[in-house]
Protein backbone atom coordinates (compact mmCIF):
# COMPACT_ATOMS: atom_id res chain seq x y z
CA UNK A 1 0.00 0.00 0.00
CA UNK A 2 1.31 3.09 -1.21
CA UNK A 3 0.16 7.10 -0.99
CA UNK A 4 -2.67 7.49 -3.84
CA UNK A 5 -4.33 10.86 -4.96
CA UNK A 6 -7.61 11.22 -5.53
CA UNK A 7 -8.61 14.69 -7.30
CA UNK A 8 -6.40 17.27 -5.20
CA UNK A 9 -6.16 15.62 -2.52
CA UNK A 10 -3.86 12.54 -0.75
CA UNK A 11 -4.19 9.74 0.88
CA UNK A 12 -2.05 7.49 3.07
CA UNK A 13 -2.53 3.65 3.77
CA UNK A 14 -4.89 2.78 6.93
CA UNK A 15 -6.42 -0.22 7.30
CA UNK A 16 -5.47 -3.28 4.85
CA UNK A 17 -7.94 -5.86 2.99
CA UNK A 18 -7.12 -8.58 5.58
CA UNK A 19 -7.97 -6.50 9.03
CA UNK A 20 -11.28 -5.34 7.17
CA UNK A 21 -11.74 -9.32 6.22
CA UNK A 22 -11.46 -10.36 9.74
CA UNK A 23 -13.47 -7.45 10.95
CA UNK A 24 -16.56 -8.56 8.80
CA UNK A 25 -16.28 -12.12 9.51
CA UNK A 26 -16.25 -11.42 13.22
CA UNK A 27 -19.30 -9.35 13.14
CA UNK A 28 -20.68 -12.20 11.04
CA UNK A 29 -20.03 -14.59 13.32
CA UNK A 30 -20.94 -12.37 16.61
CA UNK A 31 -24.68 -11.38 14.41
CA UNK A 32 -25.10 -15.36 13.97
CA UNK A 33 -24.68 -15.98 17.50
CA UNK A 34 -27.16 -13.19 18.84
CA UNK A 35 -29.99 -13.83 16.14
CA UNK A 36 -30.01 -17.59 17.34
CA UNK A 37 -33.12 -19.02 15.21
CA UNK A 38 -34.31 -15.98 13.72
CA UNK A 39 -34.38 -14.96 10.17
CA UNK A 40 -32.94 -11.43 9.89
CA UNK A 41 -33.41 -8.52 7.22
CA UNK A 42 -30.14 -6.66 6.39
CA UNK A 43 -30.47 -2.91 5.03
CA UNK A 44 -27.31 -1.82 3.74
CA UNK A 45 -26.92 1.41 2.84
CA UNK A 46 -25.85 2.47 -0.47
CA UNK A 47 -23.67 3.74 -2.02
CA UNK A 48 -20.80 3.39 0.43
CA UNK A 49 -21.86 -0.08 1.94
CA UNK A 50 -22.26 -2.36 -1.31
CA UNK A 51 -18.57 -3.67 -0.20
CA UNK A 52 -19.51 -4.33 3.13
CA UNK A 53 -22.84 -5.86 2.61
CA UNK A 54 -21.35 -8.53 0.00
CA UNK A 55 -18.32 -9.59 2.55
CA UNK A 56 -20.95 -10.18 4.89
CA UNK A 57 -23.47 -11.86 3.05
CA UNK A 58 -20.30 -14.75 2.33
CA UNK A 59 -19.61 -14.22 6.05
CA UNK A 60 -23.05 -14.85 7.59
CA UNK A 61 -23.70 -18.67 7.18
CA UNK A 62 -27.71 -18.58 8.69
CA UNK A 63 -30.60 -17.85 7.15
CA UNK A 64 -31.34 -14.36 6.23
CA UNK A 65 -32.73 -11.80 3.73
CA UNK A 66 -31.07 -8.77 2.27
CA UNK A 67 -32.45 -5.07 1.21
CA UNK A 68 -30.91 -1.82 1.00
CA UNK A 69 -31.53 2.12 1.17
CA UNK A 70 -30.16 4.97 -0.58
CA UNK A 71 -29.04 8.02 1.16
CA UNK A 72 -26.47 10.89 1.35
CA UNK A 73 -25.34 13.30 3.22
CA UNK A 74 -22.01 14.16 2.06
CA UNK A 75 -20.53 16.74 0.20
CA UNK A 76 -16.66 16.11 -0.71
CA UNK A 77 -14.71 15.65 2.42
CA UNK A 78 -17.56 17.02 4.87
CA UNK A 79 -21.01 15.75 6.08
CA UNK A 80 -23.66 18.25 5.30
CA UNK A 81 -25.38 17.20 8.37
CA UNK A 82 -28.64 16.63 6.13
CA UNK A 83 -29.41 13.48 5.01
CA UNK A 84 -31.97 12.65 1.79
CA UNK A 85 -33.04 9.18 1.42
CA UNK A 86 -33.27 8.60 -2.59
CA UNK A 87 -34.35 5.11 -2.55
CA UNK A 88 -36.55 4.09 0.24
CA UNK A 89 -37.66 -0.01 1.18
CA UNK A 90 -40.70 -1.31 -0.13
CA UNK A 91 -40.75 -4.54 1.76
CA UNK A 92 -42.42 -5.48 4.80
CA UNK A 93 -40.33 -5.42 8.12
CA UNK A 94 -43.49 -6.05 10.22
CA UNK A 95 -42.44 -8.00 13.27
CA UNK A 96 -39.44 -8.67 11.81
CA UNK A 97 -35.44 -8.35 13.59
CA UNK A 98 -33.57 -5.86 11.25
CA UNK A 99 -29.96 -5.11 10.75
CA UNK A 100 -28.85 -2.20 9.24
CA UNK A 101 -24.84 -2.74 7.87
CA UNK A 102 -23.55 0.41 7.38
CA UNK A 103 -19.97 1.24 6.01
CA UNK A 104 -19.01 4.10 8.25
CA UNK A 105 -20.91 6.08 11.01
CA UNK A 106 -19.65 9.69 12.20
CA UNK A 107 -21.84 12.05 13.35
CA UNK A 108 -25.23 10.05 13.25
CA UNK A 109 -27.09 11.50 11.16
CA UNK A 110 -27.69 8.98 8.69
CA UNK A 111 -28.51 6.99 11.70
CA UNK A 112 -31.18 9.10 13.45
CA UNK A 113 -33.08 9.35 9.66
CA UNK A 114 -32.90 5.25 8.99
CA UNK A 115 -34.06 4.78 12.72
CA UNK A 116 -37.09 7.18 11.83
CA UNK A 117 -38.12 5.87 8.89
CA UNK A 118 -37.92 2.20 10.14
CA UNK A 119 -39.63 3.03 13.59
CA UNK A 120 -42.73 3.41 11.37
CA UNK A 121 -42.43 -0.25 10.20
CA UNK A 122 -43.55 -1.83 13.79
CA UNK A 123 -40.33 -4.30 13.69
CA UNK A 124 -39.50 -6.39 16.04
CA UNK A 125 -35.92 -5.20 17.36
CA UNK A 126 -33.42 -3.20 15.36
CA UNK A 127 -29.72 -3.97 15.38
CA UNK A 128 -27.13 -1.28 13.74
CA UNK A 129 -23.66 -2.98 12.69
CA UNK A 130 -20.85 -0.40 11.63
CA UNK A 131 -17.16 -1.75 9.82
CA UNK A 132 -16.16 2.21 10.61
CA UNK A 133 -16.89 4.12 13.48
CA UNK A 134 -15.42 7.60 14.70
CA UNK A 135 -16.39 8.04 18.14
CA UNK A 136 -15.56 11.87 18.50
CA UNK A 137 -17.50 12.44 15.68
CA UNK A 138 -20.82 10.95 16.96
CA UNK A 139 -23.16 13.57 18.48
CA UNK A 140 -26.17 11.04 18.74
CA UNK A 141 -27.53 8.64 21.52
CA UNK A 142 -28.22 6.09 19.77
CA UNK A 143 -26.71 2.25 20.65
CA UNK A 144 -24.26 0.81 18.06
CA UNK A 145 -24.61 -3.14 18.42
CA UNK A 146 -21.65 -4.35 16.25
CA UNK A 147 -18.46 -2.27 15.29
CA UNK A 148 -15.66 -3.36 13.11
CA UNK A 149 -12.74 -0.83 13.80
CA UNK A 150 -13.29 2.69 16.15
CA UNK A 151 -11.22 4.47 14.03
CA UNK A 152 -9.86 8.45 14.20
CA UNK A 153 -12.25 11.50 12.87
CA UNK A 154 -10.22 11.44 9.94
CA UNK A 155 -11.41 11.41 6.52
CA UNK A 156 -10.90 7.84 4.99
CA UNK A 157 -11.63 5.94 1.16
CA UNK A 158 -11.66 2.89 -0.46
CA UNK A 159 -13.31 -0.24 0.46
CA UNK A 160 -17.14 1.27 -0.66
CA UNK A 161 -16.25 4.89 0.97
CA UNK A 162 -15.43 7.72 -1.98
CA UNK A 163 -13.64 11.20 -2.41
CA UNK A 164 -16.05 13.22 -5.00
CA UNK A 165 -16.70 9.76 -7.02
CA UNK A 166 -13.54 8.52 -6.48
CA UNK A 167 -11.92 5.78 -4.69
CA UNK A 168 -15.01 3.13 -3.95
CA UNK A 169 -13.13 0.60 -5.91
CA UNK A 170 -10.04 0.22 -3.60
CA UNK A 171 -9.77 -2.63 -1.53
CA UNK A 172 -8.31 -1.17 1.36
CA UNK A 173 -8.57 1.98 3.32
CA UNK A 174 -6.32 4.98 3.01
CA UNK A 175 -6.60 8.01 5.42
CA UNK A 176 -6.71 11.78 3.88
CA UNK A 177 -3.05 13.18 4.77
Do not use: W
Not at 130 to 136: D, H, I, N, Y
Not at 144 to 154: A, S, V
Amino acid sequence: MKLIQLHDKYFVPFINAAQIDAAIAKMAQDIEKDMGDETPVFIGVLNGAFMVVSDFMKQYKKDCEVSFIKLASYEGTTSTNEVKELIGLNQDLKGRTVVILEDIIDTGNTIVELKKTLETKELKALKIATLFFKPEAYTKDIKLDYIGFEIPNKFIVGYGLDYDGLGRNIPEIYQLQ
